[in-house]
Antibody, heavy 124, light 111 residues
Framework: EVQLVESGGGLVQPGGSLRLSCAAS????????MSWVRQAPGKGLELVSV???????YFADSVKGRFTISRDISKNTLSLQMNSLRGEDTAVYFC??????????????????WGKGTTVTVSS | QSVLTQPPSVSGAPGQRVTISCTGS?????????VHWYQQLPGTAPKLLMY???NRPSGVPDRFSGSKSGTSASLAITGLQAEDEADYYC???????????FGGGTKLTVL
């Protein structure tokens, strides 16, 4: 069964760090577009970071320079290292797999498998 | 403020048809990037509902349909059912941001 399970969320003080993990089963993270999407309390979805199959990465402006994304092929996991955390980073963080197809402008991706999410609370 | 604009809420009675719009610009939908839709039931993770503007993943009822024209896209739901009550999000790619973008979400209420 294709599945994603996030872990690592919790309560952290402003300025602190946290590392989220996403364990994949039924497919390999190394060969896929993998992403982190977050949802602040009562708000909509925000794409936080992406790592493409070729290791190219993307970060939203709101987290650039503070967050890093990586894959551990041996453990088949995706990670998000979050540093210098702020109150506005408080959210449920979802891990999602992307599937892509060729289009006129390049490769188009949509998220076809989602984890249940892990909650990050940044507060003193 | 989201790059893709959706109405905050829509509603309809059981059996009716509702549509949810997703309006973008020349750097995303208008540039030719496809639109994908997700359904998020209360307290759960988002679920892929439509990809490539109008393609349903297996298991999604054909009551759901999608379309795209110009700088906008739409999700239509016919034969509304109580279980359709959820938040719906559109998603595309924005060339100015060089990344994927979501709409602000639309809450569907089944009266």
């Amino acid at each position: 069964e294709v599945q994603l399970v996030e872990s690592g969320g919790g309560l952290v003080q402003p300025g602190g760090s946290l590392r989220l993990s996403c364990a994949a089963s039924g497919f390999t993270v190394s060969g896929n577009y993998m992403s982190w999407v977050r949802q602040a309390p009562g708000k909509g979805l925000e794409l936080v970071s992406v790592i493409y199959s070729g290791a190219t990465t993307y970060f939203a402006d709101s987290v650039k320079g503070r967050f890093t994304i990586s894959r551990d092929i041996s453990k088949n996991t995706l990670s998000l290292q979050m540093n210098s955390l702020r109150g506005e980073d408080t959210a449920v963080y979802f891990c999602a797999r992307g599937s892509g197809y060729p289009g006129p402008k390049g490769y188009y991706y949509y998220m076809d498998v989602w984890g249940k999410g892990t909650t990050v609370t940044v507060s003193s | 403020q989201s790059v893709l604009t959706q109405p905050p809420s829509v509603s309809g009675a059981p059996g009716q048809r509702v549509t949810i719009s997703c309006t973008g610009s020349s750097s995303n939908i208008g540039a030719g990037y496809d639109v994908h839709w997700y359904q998020q039931l209360p307290g759960t993770a988002p679920k892929l509902l439509m990809y490539g503007n109008s393609n349903r993943p297996s298991g999604v009822p054909d009551r759901f349909s999608g379309s795209k024209s110009g700088t906008s896209a739409s999700l239509a739901i016919t034969g509304l059912q109580a279980e359709d009550e959820a938040d719906y999000y559109c998603q595309s790619y924005d060339s100015s941001l060089s990344g994927g973008v979501f709409g602000g979400g639309t809450k569907l209420t089944v009266l």
